[in-house]
């Protein structure tokens, strides 16, 4: 990684710049920030920097005469000058005295990625460049992979499935193997915000070259190469993309899911292995059985069996309110599409018809901009999905949605309220949450707060408050339990909230509760002592 030097004498800036930049992504580490250009000229007398990133005005040592100097100690360090709009004369001086270029405060976000590009291409074609045999090999190497990650991406997503690129290049990647590797990342808790660390299957695949594509938003594409003398390379990719899963759930808390298409050497037929590998994710059913799934050599016979008969009973018992036998019927549907080796656009396809189905149903009830939003979104999840088991995620939610509309019966309502107030009264110790309640009940949560508050008067959270509060009342009664060990106890985890909570309802706080009612001769000690 290049070494990095941040130099401005305001604190926000300075911080601002280290802390918002995505410098792993730019190739780059910040070694050192200073406040102004003594510092910087100090530290860069006694350490190697490749990157200056400095204010023009500061104070003890402006940024031009920093700039000036470092040409002299260190000749093949780049500066990127700092300026706001009224220092372009001095943005310009300092282009004069050899800075690589300038950015605009105002803009840093945008146009410090394109700067830093421009000085690192400054840095590896500088013909002063001194560099190790060592070093010089590494540099060699690292272009010589990111050429091959753009070749390798050009075909890959092409779409004629031709790379008009050079024979030469082209060569050089069908002198290796490769291995296509489609994959989905499940994450609950939302904690990645869908964000791949690439970092795990570079760790993973040491020694093998891996190029990530189109990562985020839970899926990705990746490249695994090898050279062709290299016999062991299939096995080794194949058992540690096995490990993948298992380090993602120990390590990140995530469900991950991977297909995996046959070796090719030849780089042109990347899109059929990108096929094979998307196909073979799909049939990832449960991750928690097999995580990973394999191209198969001839794949299964398809089934003969027409998907619409499941989607037909489907909607049939989503209309009867017949909601866990609907579930059923849609876990038999991606059996038969899983057993008959089905391609995924047709599982799909079936999916999708079943949501129009279903949201058409609602709409003869008069629902309107709601379903339609809602409807929009079912079908952008569903051609989304990349495996079975996600579909399947995709298709509980559909029959939560729709446990939840108006098709229920006043009997499924009544249910249903039942139901949640017993869930509440099972597990208010816990942080139940909406998503919890809605979960269980298999309804979306708008329509449960909805129809709870229509049926109580009040809000669900409002009564597990008030259930929390009584439970608590109890205990501050016969108990000798500290005020925040019974908030604990009753499921608040901040013994301030508890409080609040307590006082809104009761009208005065936990320890006055207590205290109120303490027997008399209890209250009298308590006077005599503390008096």
């Not at 390379?233 to 993309?241: E, N």
């Not at 003969?304 to 018992?317: A, D, K, P």
């Not at 339609?372 to 949605?401: H, K, M, N």
């Not at 709870?452 to 439970?471: D, P």
């Amino acid at each position: 990684m290049y070494k990095v030097m941040i130099v401005d004498d305001e604190d926000v800036i300075r911080n601002g710049i280290v802390q918002l930049a995505d410098w792993r992504a730019m190739d780059c580490q910040v070694e050192h920030v200073c406040a102004n250009g003594q510092e910087a000229l100090n530290y860069a007398t006694e350490h190697a920097v490749d990157i200056v990133i400095t204010d023009i005005k500061m104070p003890v040592m402006d940024g031009l005469t920093l700039a000036s100097e470092l040409r002299r100690i260190q000749p093949m360090a780049r500066v990127i000058i700092l300026t706001a709009y009224s220092d372009f004369d001095y943005a310009q001086k300092a282009l004069r005295t050899g800075a690589t270029d300038f950015i605009v405060k105002n803009d840093f976000m945008t146009e410090l990625p394109a700067a830093v590009a421009n000085a690192i291409r400054a840095i590896r074609f500088d013909p002063r460049g001194r560099m190790d045999r060592t070093l010089q090999a590494e540099r060699r190497g690292h272009e010589q992979a990111e050429k091959r990650a753009y070749l390798l991406e050009s075909l890959l997503l092409a779409k004629d499935g031709r790379f008009a690129g050079e024979s030469r290049a082209l060569d050089a990647l069908n002198g290796m193997r490769h291995m296509v590797c489609c994959a989905e990342m499940v994450d609950d808790d939302r904690r990645l915000q869908g964000h791949w660390s690439d970092e795990l299957f570079e760790k993973v695949l040491d020694g093998h070259e891996c190029h990530a594509f189109r990562t985020g938003s839970g899926t990705g594409i990746f490249v695994i190469s090898g050279t062709l003398d290299d016999e062991g390379f299939v096995r080794r990719v194949s058992a540690r993309l096995q490990e993948l899963p298992l380090l993602a759930r120990d390590l990140l808390r995530v469900r991950m899911m991977l297909g995996v298409s046959h070796p090719l050497s030849d780089a042109r037929d990347l899109q059929h292995a990108l096929k094979e590998a998307r196909e073979a994710l799909f049939r990832v059913a449960d991750p928690a059985e097999h995580a990973v799934v394999f191209a198969s050599d001839g794949g299964a016979a398809a089934s003969q069996m027409h998907l619409s008969v499941f989607g037909g009973e489907v909607v049939r018992q989503v209309e009867q309110a017949q909601f866990d036998a609907a579930w059923q019927t849609l876990c038999r549907m991606m059996d038969v599409a899983l057993e008959g080796g089905l391609p995924a656009e047709q599982v799909k396809s079936q999916a999708l018809q079943v949501c129009a189905q279903l949201f058409d149903r609602l709409r003869s009830f008069g629902e309107g901009i709601e379903a339609r939003e809602a409807e929009r979104d079912f079908y952008q999840r569903i051609v989304a999905s990349a495996t079975l088991y996600s579909l399947l995620g995709v298709c509980a939610d559909l029959l939560r949605f729709f446990r939840g509309a108006e098709l229920a019966s006043p009997e499924e309502r009544h249910y249903l309220v039942e139901a949640l107030e017993a869930y509440i009264h099972q597990h208010y110790t816990t942080s139940i949450s909406l998503a919890d309640i809605s979960a269980h009940l298999h309804v979306s949560t708008a329509y449960i707060s909805r129809l709870y508050k229509s049926k109580t008067g009040v809000s669900i959270t409002s009564a597990i408050n008030r259930l929390r509060v009584a439970q608590a009342k109890t205990l501050l009664r016969q108990t000798t339990h500290k005020v925040y060990e019974i908030a604990n106890m009753v499921g608040f985890e901040d013994a301030g909230y508890f409080a609040g909570v307590f006082t809104k309802f009761e009208g005065m706080a936990p320890g006055e509760y207590r205290g109120y009612h303490l027997p008399d001769n209890k209250i009298a000690a308590k006077r005599t002592s503390s008096s």
